[in-house]
């Protein structure tokens, strides 16, 4: 696959912000948004998600801005910049997103079910169903109806807060450490970073350089809102699960109906990246038709509920994918050129790394790994020199 696969247009920010909004206000933000309530005082968690989604979010915004200045996909950004190895982050990512849909579809199929009286598997194959056909549609028609069902999770959010009210730890509030502050940082930088990895196949049409700080800054506002929801609801319910928080009340059904849509968003553009990466990998220019093979292979994950294997998949994705992102900024940002094989062995490297350090549990593998690569980069550079002219130029 070459950039000239891809058709030349320029669309607006509106047209793409979607994908964006359903990753800041996904099921998921809501969960780290509890886990950080459960080891943090409110102080020291609003600057955890402050710093954290700020973090994330320019990561992403990095990596679209290269995207759409070089016209470029994350599919074709992995064969440019790591050549013949690029095959391999492009399965990496066809894999990953696949795991990713399988823990929506579970998630929102399990509502689905719930809501119809049918067993979870139905529901996860029905929920399946509407997302391959909305697939079908191409991303320019599904990016509004992502943009709407992110509204659901919002509404479910205020419907728990309606129903239960709202708490938090009463002061004094005790000093957070500082490996406390460093790890809530890392798992909200940790939850969507595969998104910041694939931005790119949400900017590269856009027409101008603005439109992606437009879509960043979506990301970042959902997620400071959303994350902060899921600590008020882990302070106040003991957990994040809204269908859970309101399973006894009056508004059970409207909050599972919410909560089905919620997944709708972030799905749909997990199962967009996975089609990209699976038409490089074959040597095939994009189509629809990779969608709908996709989503029902991800729907078959669903009904197994591979969302309650969701953290070991995590970890995995953690250890193994920022290195790449790391290398592709690096050589967009930096204004530097190295050959594909070096490049690949930096990526290497930081996944050994990162992988050492979480089997070993020592803290931070994901950013140890994104520091390794930093390393190596800068050892070949010392040899070579600083040269060419990264993006900044044209900034």
Not at 27 to 35: D, M, S
Not at 246 to 256: H, N, S
Not at 284 to 300: D, F, N, T
């Amino acid at each position: 696959m070459s950039d000239l696969d891809l058709p030349s247009r320029r669309i607006r920010w509106f047209q793409r912000v979607g994908p964006w909004l359903g990753i800041g206000t996904g099921p998921g933000t809501l969960a780290v948004g509890g886990a950080l309530a459960a080891r943090l005082s409110p102080p020291a968690v609003l600057g955890v998600i402050l710093l954290g989604g700020f973090l994330l979010a320019a990561l992403a915004t990095a990596q679209g801005w290269a995207g759409q200045r070089q016209r470029q996909s994350l599919a074709v950004q992995a064969e440019k910049t790591f050549g013949r190895i690029g095959w391999v982050l492009n399965l990496m990512m066809a894999l990953g997103l696949l795991g990713w849909l399988g823990f929506y579809i579970g998630l929102g199929g399990a509502m689905a079910a719930h809501l119809l009286g049918l067993p979870d598997p139905i529901g996860a194959l029905l929920l399946t169903a509407l997302l391959a056909g909305a697939a079908g549609w191409g991303v320019d028609r599904w990016n509004a109806l992502a943009g709407w069902t992110a509204m659901a999770a919002l509404l479910t959010a205020l419907l728990v807060f309606h129903r239960v009210g709202v708490s938090w730890p009463p002061p004094p509030w005790p000093a957070p450490a500082a490996a406390d502050i460093g790890l809530g940082i890392m798992q909200v930088v940790a939850y969507a970073i595969v998104f910041a990895l694939r931005a790119s196949d949400f900017t590269w049409d856009l027409a101008e350089g603005s439109d992606v700080l437009k879509v960043g800054m979506a990301l970042y506002g959902t997620l400071v809102v959303f994350v902060g929801m899921g600590a008020l609801m882990g302070w106040t319910l003991g957990h994040w699960n809204p269908a859970e928080a309101l399973a006894r009340t009056p508004g059970a059904f409207l909050g599972e109906l919410l909560l089905t849509l919620a997944v709708i968003a972030p799905a749909l553009s997990a199962l967009h990246s996975a089609a990209l990466a699976t038409a490089a990998l074959l040597s095939l220019p994009p189509s629809p038709v990779w969608a709908l093979g996709l989503a029902w292979i991800g729907g078959v994950l669903g009904a197994a509920r591979f969302d309650r294997w969701l953290l070991p998949f995590l970890n995995g994705l953690g250890w193994t994918l920022p290195p790449a992102l790391v290398v592709i900024l690096m050589e967009a940002w930096a204004g530097c050129r190295w050959d594909p094989v070096w490049k690949a062995s930096a990526w290497g490297a930081g996944m050994v790394v990162a992988i050492v350090m979480g089997v070993l549990g020592i803290p931070f593998p994901m950013l140890g790994g994104m520091i390794a690569v930093l390393f190596v980069l800068g050892l070949r550079q010392i040899r070579t020199g600083w040269g060419g002219q990264g993006l900044r130029s044209s900034l």
